[in-house]
């Protein structure tokens, strides 16, 4: 039920509501139209940050799964399960994420891997690229960040599927 | 009191909490991520910050209270409490947490016992707010309402990007 709109400034303000909140859902979702099913798997020890990555990554279409330490990770993927890319934190119970994600690389696995944590000196930068990485990302992981990488893995996937899609 | 009233409150209210930095963009971030497939996305994850965080903060106490302060494993609980505050924009918090580990690098029990403080105050701060916050929206949707934005040309002036064209 609408509310009432007595005076003029009030019925611009509804319309501002209204158009902002459908302003806003388009500009999220026109921002990327994925022509592939993305996969991705989330390795985060702290829920809350699990969950919101995932959920921005489900919100683009990417279908993905989450683990809370780096054993696990590596086993997931020891396990033979293929995943466009990896979003890992650097540090992780159990087995922390810089020896995980040697440990992924050395299986020979080269999909996209961004270490998103919330370490920002230089020195923990090198660190994480040194150990596989691709890409270093300050938390928390933002559609600025993950946008261009995401379309970069599709147009991948795009190419080696061949022209029959239109992009659009 | 009717819908416009409330929502107006709650608008008002909403900007106050961006303009003293309570919450950041990345908060935004959150709320448009909420939609009809996912309704109480924003109180789901709120209450998911709220439990950890209460847990690391419990945790943070245990842990300095010791005759012997394991400094890598504060550190660990900070650096956890940093990435979902930040997570969900709770500024304040995710500042305090900073100052926190920095102290922890140096061993200094008394900084970063007044740390501890500096940190719990702003995260009960924060907590309060957002309760408040999702309580008017709750009445709104109650009273029939929906939940307003706020418009685009607040974020320009606050000089945020979360409310990009």
Partial sequence: MAPTLPSNDQASDQDNWDNGRLARKRQLLTEIVLRNRLTALVVDGDTTCRVLEQLLLRSYGVQTQGVDNGRDAVAFIASGVKFDLIIIDMILPVLNGLEATRQIRDMGVHCKMLGVTVCSGESERQAFLAAGVDVFIEKPLDPEHLVPILRELDGQLFVESGPLVMYW | ?165
């Fill in chain 2, 1 to 165: 009191m009717e819908v416009g009233q409330m929502q107006r409150r709650l608008v008002d209210y909403t900007k106050s909490l961006f303009m003293e930095g309570f919450l950041d963009a990345q908060f935004l971030q959150l709320q448009q991520l909420q939609d009809e497939s996912n309704p109480d996305f924003v109180v789901e994850v709120v209450s998911l910050f709220f439990d950890d965080s209460e847990k690391l903060l419990n945790d943070l106490t245990m842990a300095l209270d010791q005759p012997n302060v394991d400094f890598k494993k504060v550190d660990a609980h900070v650096h956890q409490l940093k990435g979902s505050s930040s997570s969900i924009g709770a500024q304040r918090v995710k500042n305090a947490c900073i100052a926190f580990r920095s102290f922890c690098e140096e061993h200094n029990i008394d900084a970063t016992l007044r740390c501890l403080q500096q940190v719990k105050q702003e995260y009960y701060l924060v907590k309060n707010k957002l309760e408040t916050m999702l309580r008017l929206e709750q009445q709104i949707v109650a009273a029939g309402g929906s939940i307003p934005m706020i418009e685009l040309g607040f974020w320009r002036t606050i000089n945020m990007k979360g409310g990009k064209e």
